[in-house]
């Protein structure tokens, strides 16, 4: 059994489901290009960068920009993501996650938030979950977009633990990918389909605790 001094988590689509608010924004934007921008489509901008999410919408619509107007478009469509979770309350916590949490506390288990999103601190105090965890490293500490570890590394780092007693939980093959590179433990939150590389999968938080992800998930 592995031991596990640290838990570190993403933000979106696994703390909280915020894919709907970019979704919808990077559906403006397109609209407003002048094309339309299915579900289907953004399926390829999960866990990339705004600028590759960008240039990835701006090959489905065949537009080319300057990278100055690029910058423009990725602040636009930035300022409508933050219009849709200004507007968010604690209800939109996915279920388990405050429970698996607190139940990290009370084992002495430090925890972590680790996102590329320049938006985290917003959507924490949104959801008044900031103070749940002992560090959190997002998009304004780090240049490195998943699969690069950084975050993680980082966030390792700042927790004065090392990676191999660290799980990272994560619902993006990218950032999967990222916990593997940083040689640290890693639960994918969705279906093992696609999170194929992960070490377990689970659907969801509910009814999860510390001793049942060792005993069943890390033998």
Request: proline residues 2%; charged residues 25%; negative net charge.
């Amino acid at each position: 059994m592995i031991k596990i001094n640290a838990c570190i988590f993403d933000l979106d689509g696994v703390i909280v489901d915020t894919a709907k608010y970019h979704y919808l924004a990077w559906k403006r934007l397109a609209n407003e290009l002048g094309f339309d921008f299915s579900e289907n489509d953004n399926e390829q901008l999960k866990g990339v960068s705004r600028m590759t999410s960008l240039d990835i919408l701006l090959g489905i619509g065949n537009l080319t920009f300057s990278h100055e107007e690029k910058l423009k478009l990725s602040d636009k469509k930035n300022q409508w993501y933050v219009e849709y979770i200004l507007k968010m309350t604690p209800d939109e916590i996915l279920p388990g996650v405050v429970d698996f949490i607190n139940s990290l506390r009370d084992n002495n288990i430090k925890t972590a938030l680790a996102s590329a999103s320049k938006n985290a601190m917003t959507i924490l105090k949104q959801i008044d979950m900031e103070n749940y965890f002992d560090i959190i490293i997002d998009g304004t500490k780090v240049t490195k977009a998943k699969p690069n570890p950084e975050v993680f590394l980082k966030s390792a780092l700042e927790l004065g633990v090392e990676s191999k007693y660290c799980i990272v939980f994560e619902d993006a093959v990218a950032g999967i990918q990222a916990a593997i590179n940083a040689e640290m433990h890693n639960v994918g939150v969705g279906t093992p389909t696609v999170l194929t590389k992960a070490n377990y999968v689970i659907s969801s938080f509910e009814g999860l605790n510390i001793e049942t992800l060792k005993l069943n998930f890390f033998k």
